[in-house]
């Protein structure tokens, strides 16, 4: 029973259509806002999905993004055919310049490294060799104390970690009896 309501075919045109349609007849001088295009599908068109609240933002946004729809002041209008097209974000691509005919291209070129440059070798000179010290470099590696050997140094438990606590003074007597 579901399925029948689902595979039934509507009989209400394309919401582009619709909305074109509501914007046309209300003709209004600066465009017809989302509500006033939507009461006009409702009164004109009765078998409405249940969610068209929610359908026609998306399809009056997808019309607007297209360019066949102008947002002006929270009102939609077709735009007029003298109008500049409109540009998108960021700069524009430079013109390609067509080459001329017979023209053979040159092999890309290759990108350069990151970083800079290694110094020219100098072809006169030796290669000396490296000396080693017989040390790894970097800073040696911590040695493990003995799992009992911080106890049995000093009488008593191990220090904890971090800054000690303050301590306060006592207080002293100021001499009122």
């Known amino acids: 029973m579901a399925t029948e309501e689902v595979n039934k075919p509507s009989s209400h045109p394309q919401y582009s259509e619709m909305i074109f349609a509501a914007i046309a007849a209300l003709n209004d001088k600066y465009g017809s806002n989302k509500s006033a295009i939507s009461k006009y599908i409702e009164s004109q068109y009765v078998d409405l999905p249940a969610a068209h609240s929610d359908l026609l933002p998306i399809h009056l946004n997808r019309l607007k993004e297209s360019g066949e729809l102008v947002l002006v002041k929270n009102n939609y209008m077709r735009p007029s055919p003298n109008a500049p097209p409109k ?3 960021g700069r524009p691509p430079k013109p390609k ?5 017979g023209h053979v291209s040159s092999p890309p070129k290759v990108s350069r ?5 290694p110094k020219p070798r100098d072809p006169n000179s030796v290669p000396t060799p ?6 790894p470099r970097g800073r040696p590696p911590k ?4 799992a009992g050997a911080a106890a049995t140094a000093k009488t008593g438990p191990p220090r904890p970690r ?4 303050k301590v306060r003074a006592p207080f002293a007597s100021a001499g009122f009896d």
């Open 87 to 89: 540009r998108g974000r």
């Open 97 to 101: 310049v067509p080459l001329p005919p």
């Open 113 to 117: 490294p990151r970083g800079r440059p």
């Open 130 to 135: 490296k000396i080693s010290s017989g040390r």
């Open 143 to 146: 040695k493990a104390k003995p």
């Open 162 to 165: 971090g800054r000690p606590p």
